[in-house]
């Protein structure tokens, strides 16, 4: 009897582009009969580790996100719209309460990752809204349905050791793994990790698990 594959999804709700990631991996979880381990890290860890550049940093990139961000918006089926300021949101705030409080949700109340991951890159890719403030991060987990005493109680403990040595380990492992940046996923195929990185290596990825890509909305393809 075969083993399912498994692919680790190492990924940062700053990152656009993990989000890309994070919904099409999920859209072809059934469909690839794959198990997906959703590994939030924390990438200006990884950046700064691997003197890797964000886009805001390259004016002619920053510039040209907004467009991309467009055109990925209509082909993937993600709500994706550029911030009113990209080099405040990914630079100046960052993400670390709110990958802190992923990482919180993901150790202690794991069926509310997928969703709280979602509405956290919901308020700043879609609706151009903080999630660095206390008050941004317990309405991005109501959002996502979980109860109002239970989001406080997570909050309180983000900046426990234990949070910040699990989001550390993360990190960590993504960059043993060789991750330059996010998204990352690392298949694990016939006993060996094989990274993939970005949100356009799908269908390398389907070719490498022997499975077909089907396009970013594969349930269309399938009618």
């Known amino acids: 009897m075969s083993r399912r594959k498994v692919l680790e999804l190492f990924y940062d709700v ?10 099409i ?8 009969n794959v198990d997906i381990h959703l590994c939030p890290g924390y990438l200006a860890g990884v950046m ?3 003197g890797n550049s964000p886009p805001a940093l390259v004016q ?3 510039a040209y996100m907004g467009r991309d961000l467009r055109r990925l918006n209509e082909f993937y089926q993600v709500p994706l719209r550029r911030p009113s ?4 949101v990914m630079l100046n705030k960052g993400s670390l309460s709110a990958m802190r409080f992923v990482t919180t949700v993901q150790m ?16 700043i890719w879609s609706q151009d809204e903080d999630i660095t403030e206390p008050e941004s991060i317990l309405q991005a987990a109501k959002n996502a349905g979980m109860p109002e005493d239970l989001a406080k109680k997570l909050l309180a403990t983000i900046s426990s050791p234990e ?13 043993a793994y060789g991750v330059f940046g996010m998204p990352s996923i ?14 356009d290596r799908f269908e390398l990825l389907a070719h490498q698990l022997g499975e077909k890509w089907l396009g970013p909305v594969p349930q269309k393809s399938r009618l």
């Open 14 to 23: 700053v990152s656009p582009y993990s989000w890309l990631g994070f919904e």
């Open 25 to 32: 991996l999920l859209r072809y979880k059934n469909i690839w």
């Open 48 to 50: 700064n580790t691997t």
């Open 60 to 62: 002619k990139r920053g």
């Open 85 to 88: 300021d990209v080099f405040d």
């Open 108 to 123: 202690s109340h794991p069926e509310f990752l997928e969703e709280v991951s979602r509405k956290l890159w919901m308020r």
């Open 163 to 175: 949070v910040k040595n699990k989001l550390k380990e993360t990190t960590e492992k993504a960059l």
């Open 186 to 199: 690392v298949a694990h195929i016939d006993g060996k990790p094989e990274l993939f990185f970005g949100s």
